[in-house]
């Protein structure tokens, strides 16, 4: 139960100190999921005790640009930290629909934070651009393989120093903070002490807040790129073809004279030789003139090609092929199957 202001509602300190405590009951993880109702409760409750925190500094005026750090009173130091922490407990929401406008809020309070620490000397940092990339913006940086690869380079890897460098600053901040933060807890800290320790604090938060602007400026990039592969594409492959008339019944014969044969004793289903047959499917473009061995599958093997063939000439009475029938069937009449191999015999 926070103890009412002079307005009849929470103190400035009791808002800060309730913000505060459920953001790091969320940040440590204690609940099972982020997304649980439970620890999207908290949020909600540390987001509206922040932001009135927030409304009442702005209020008062605590803060000004046209004034230096020593003139800020040691117990108003630690207010410099609301914009953070909003920003931080603004990244814990879950709902996807609406995760670009979290992105852009959060993003606004710890840019917000950093223009305050930068004002009054807090930290020696480059404060990143007020708002993130535009879709315009990426389009229009250069290639990795074009004329300012180079400066591209260098600027990565003076990025990855920073990063090293706020490594080890943030190591060396955890531990003096852990040193100062039982005797400001205790309230045995004289002045200085408490100034040292809300100092540090807002140093780590320099620290983090520039590694979560980073972080959400890629995942916005990722998101745009999300939203435009979600657009609509142009009609699939061959949607726009008329549709095929469907085939209609027919018998398919090896040649004319079966053709002959079939339609006379299926009237009403039209007949095709296998060469009509391929001409018309030419024609509609479902096969084309390198068909060839298609063809041959379809018509059979060369030995059954081959029968064909002979069977079409006996058909055709040529005497030659006739007396050659004639003589082959007289042959295996006088030649029984297996006849002149008797070379395994004994």
Known sequence: MMAEGPGGGPRLAELLAAGRRL??????????????????????????ALRRAAAMVEQLELFSDNEELEEIASADL??????????????????????MEHLESARQQFWRFLKLCSSYGLGSFSL????????????????????AAQPNLVAMAASRQAKIE?????????NRL?????????????????REFYILQIQKWINTSLEEVESIDQEMVILR????????????????????????????????????????GYPALPTLTVDDWYEQ??????????????????????????????????????????????????????????????????
């Not at 706020?166 to 955890?174: G, N, S, T, V, W």
């Not at 949607?239 to 095929?244: D, H, L, M």
């Not at 061995?293 to 000439?313: F, H, I, M, T, V």
């Open 166 to 174: 706020r490594y080890k600053q943030k190591k060396e901040l955890e």
């Open 128 to 147: 990143p651009p007020a708002t993130s990339p535009t879709a315009e913006e990426e389009a229009g940086s250069p290639s990795p393989g074009g004329p």
């Open 225 to 264: 790129s999300r939203g435009t592969a979600k657009q609509p594409s142009a009609a699939p492959h061959g949607a726009s073809r008329q549709a095929r008339a469907p085939l209609k019944p027919f018998i398919l014969t090896r040649d004319a004279a079966q053709a002959k044969v079939f339609g006379a």
């Open 78 to 99: 630690k207010y410099v930290l609301l914009p953070a922490l909003l920003g931080a407990l603004t990244l814990k929401q879950v709902d996807q629909s609406r995760r």
């Open 281 to 346: 499917r030419r024609r509609h473009g479902v096969v084309s003139n390198q068909s060839t061995p298609q063809r041959a599958a379809a018509g059979g093997s060369d030995e059954d090609l081959q029968k064909q063939q002979q069977e079409k000439k006996e058909e055709e009475d040529d005497e030659e092929a006739l007396q050659k029938a004639r003589e082959w069937d007289e042959w295996k009449d006088t030649h029984p199957r297996g006849y002149g191999n008797r070379q395994n015999m004994g």
């Open 178 to 194: 852990a040193s100062l933060a039982t005797f400001v807890e205790s309230e045995q800290a004289d002045e200085d002490q408490i």
């Open 23 to 48: 953001w790091e009951e969320v940040e440590s993880g204690s609940e099972p999921s982020s997304g649980a109702p439970a620890v999207q409760e908290k949020v909600r409750q540390g987001l509206d």
